[in-house]
């Protein structure tokens, strides 16, 4: 009897697969990035095999090319992702995010008393620590660390 050992999932002609996501993080990286909203092809899978974590999440994202601010709130979630662009079938890039230094109008601050939650002032965050993602709001100085983050 033969067993089957993978599943080939279709490649994409052109757009972006974001890979190594933490498997707990997929949802968040497509409810983040608005994906349920797009008319375009969207795969996903979450607890694959990974050689170098142990168990993975991946999304393939037809047609879609992310912005810079994107790719920060990918960061924020899954910061050891890689993204994958492609272009008539080739890999044209691959890089690990970055989480950036600054952090502006991507999250909300979870102190209810910050002026970004009464004013229409746009927030800002400066990233404190790398590892572990935790954010200290420029207005308030609270810290914002991954269980309490909420996007904008």
């Known amino acids: ?23 707990k993080s997929v949802f968040q990286v497509i409810k983040i990035l608005h994906l349920e909203d797009t008319g375009d092809m969207v795969l996903f899978g979450t607890n694959l095999e990974s050689k170098k974590y142990g168990k993975k999440g991946i999304v393939k994202v037809s047609n879609k090319f992310f912005k810079k601010h994107e790719i920060s709130k990918i960061s924020l979630v899954a910061p050891n ?11 044209t890039s691959k890089e690990v995010v970055k989480l950036p230094n600054l952090i502006e109008d991507i999250v909300k601050c979870f102190n209810p008393n910050c002026i970004t939650n009464h004013e229409k002032v746009n927030t800002r965050f400066y990233v404190i620590d790398k590892k572990d993602v935790k954010l200290r709001c420029h207005y308030c100085e609270k810290i914002t660390d991954k269980k309490n983050m909420n996007f904008r």
């Open 1 to 23: 009897m033969t067993t089957i050992k993978e599943l080939k999932v279709s490649a994409i002609e052109n757009g972006t697969v974001i890979d190594h996501i933490p498997p």
């Open 81 to 91: 992702a890689t993204l994958i662009i492609i272009k008539d079938f080739l890999v």
